[in-house]
C-alpha cells in the first residue's frame, strides 16, 4: 500500500471515530438535557408529562397563593398568549414576585399543570441588590469627581 493511502486510511478512520465519538456525547446528554417551554408552548398539544423540563414566563399578576403548610405556593405562569399553573414546595428566591420573570425547572402533570423543583427568578440588566441602591447613590463615582474639577 502507498503511502498516499495509508494517509486516506487513516483520515478516514480518525473521521469515523470522531463521528461515533461524537454520537456517543449527544445521545448521552439528550438523556440529560432539560428543554425550555413557555406557556404558549403547550396549549394545545400533550406537554411531556414526568420529563425533566423548563417553563419560563412572567409570574401573573395576583396568582400567587401561599398554601397552608407554610413553604409550598401555587402560581400561574404566563407568556402573555397562555397560562400554565404552578405549585412549588419550598424556599423562594428573593426576586420572586407577581409581574417579574421566573423559570421553573420540575415537570408538567397530567391534567396539563407545572410541579416545579426549583425556581430561578430573573431580572432586568439595571438589577441593584436593595442594600447597594442607598451606597451607590451616596458614594461619589470618578466620574462625577473628574467632572468637577
Known sequence: MKAKHQRLALVGLGLVTIMGASGLALSALQDEAA????????VGKAPPVGRAVRLGGMVEAGSIKKQ???VSIAFTVTDGKAS????FSGITPDLFKE???VVAEGEFRADGSFAADNLLAKHDERYMPPQMKGKM???ETLDTK????
Open 84 to 87: 400554565v399553573p404552578v405549585t
Open 99 to 101: 409581574k417579574s420573570g
Open 146 to 149: 473628574t467632572a468637577q474639577q
Open 68 to 70: 397552608g403548610d407554610g
Open 35 to 42: 428543554f425550555f417551554y413557555a406557556p404558549a408552548d403547550v
Open 137 to 139: 447613590a451616596a458614594a
